[in-house]
């Protein structure tokens, strides 16, 4: 195989925007909807990825709401609704621990600014935590109650983040992709970061700024070695793509 010809192409796409996200509010783990405009963009995101010919073999999300009904509107719109589809914890957003449920100038006023900044500054620093009581922490919720309590956060740091999902990634999703299967993974923001710093080799400064679009399928061509060839964000036909070489 020739450098210059993808091996397969693998699509992250971040959930349609959440009711959250439209008020403002750190959401994390807190399993909330998508609001109306979440669910007009998984629809898009379905159509755009229909119309660019693109087709899947397997679909990875998260234990999110959020996650899992921009996956069903998109496999509705691209009428595949039969694909195999997996569902995994590792693949929730970023914890965001005691924040969750506050809009930034509500957290800032409990905990102060710099708790607040350092968090979404910093891959390493993380936010307030949660009490091992509090009714938000995942080991007190019935749906993790098969996971080691051990496993499961209190909050976490971006690398946390990233380190929370390499065991999926490294035992199952790699070896899917190295099978030449189509894969789509519809998550969230922080969690897709964790993934594009690996396939890209950025430097946790360079993947904290990164922006990862509510909606907007992002495309990366990977060669036998699983190195990306080039990276897209994909559009309409009739318009044109974002493209960044890879």
């Given at each position: 195989?020739?450098?210059?010809?993808?091996?397969?192409?693998?699509?992250?796409?971040?959930h349609?925007?959440?009711?959250?996200?439209?008020?403002?509010?750190?959401?994390?783990?807190?399993?909330?909807?998508?609001?109306?405009?979440g669910?007009?963009?998984a629809?898009?995101?379905?159509?755009i990825?229909?119309?660019c010919?693109?087709?899947?073999d397997?679909?990875?999300?998260?234990?999110?709401?959020?996650?899992?009904?921009?996956?069903?509107?998109?496999?509705?719109?691209?009428?595949?609704?039969q694909?195999?589809?997996?569902r995994?914890?590792?693949?929730?957003?970023?914890?965001?621990?005691a924040?969750?449920?506050?809009?930034?100038?509500?957290?800032v006023?409990?905990?102060?600014?710099?708790p607040i900044?350092?968090?979404?500054?910093c891959?390493?620093?993380?936010p307030p935590?949660?009490?091992?009581?509090?009714?938000?922490?995942?080991?007190?919720?019935?749906?993790?109650?098969?996971?080691?309590r051990?496993?499961l956060?209190?909050?976490?740091?971006?690398?946390?983040?990233?380190?929370?999902?390499?065991?999926?990634w490294?035992d199952?999703i790699?070896?899917e992709?190295?099978?030449?299967?189509?894969?789509?993974?519809?998550?969230?923001?922080?969690?897709?970061?964790?993934?594009?710093m690996?396939l890209?080799?950025?430097?946790?400064?360079?993947?904290?700024?990164?922006?990862?679009?509510?909606g907007?399928?992002?495309?990366y061509?990977?060669?036998?070695q699983?190195?990306?060839?080039?990276?897209?964000?994909?559009?309409?036909?009739?318009s044109q793509s974002?493209?960044?070489?890879?």
């Open positions: 195989m020739s450098t210059d010809q993808a091996l397969t192409r693998l699509v992250l796409l971040r349609g925007q959440s009711i959250w996200n439209h008020e403002g509010r750190f959401t994390g783990w807190s399993d909330v909807a998508l609001s109306v405009r669910e007009v963009e629809k898009q995101a379905g159509s990825l229909k119309q010919g693109f087709t899947f397997v679909c990875f999300t998260s234990e999110l709401k959020r996650a899992q009904h921009t996956l069903a509107l998109i496999q509705s719109a691209m009428q595949l609704d694909l195999p589809v997996y995994d914890w590792r693949l929730n957003e970023r914890h965001y621990g924040l969750e449920g506050l809009r930034r100038l509500e957290a006023r409990k905990f102060g600014i710099w900044l350092s968090c979404q500054l891959s390493d620093a993380i935590m949660l009490t091992t009581e509090d009714p938000r922490a995942p080991a007190n919720q019935m749906r993790y109650a098969s996971i080691d051990a496993c956060p209190l909050a976490e740091s971006l690398l946390q983040t990233m380190n929370r999902v390499q065991p999926l490294r199952t790699l070896p992709i190295r099978q030449g299967k189509r894969l789509l993974i519809v998550s969230h923001k922080n969690l897709l970061k964790t993934l594009v690996q890209e080799g950025l430097t946790p400064w360079q993947v904290i700024r990164l922006p990862i679009t509510t907007k399928p992002l495309c061509e990977l060669d036998i699983l190195k990306p060839i080039r990276r897209y964000y994909l559009t309409a036909p009739d974002f493209r960044t070489q890879g």
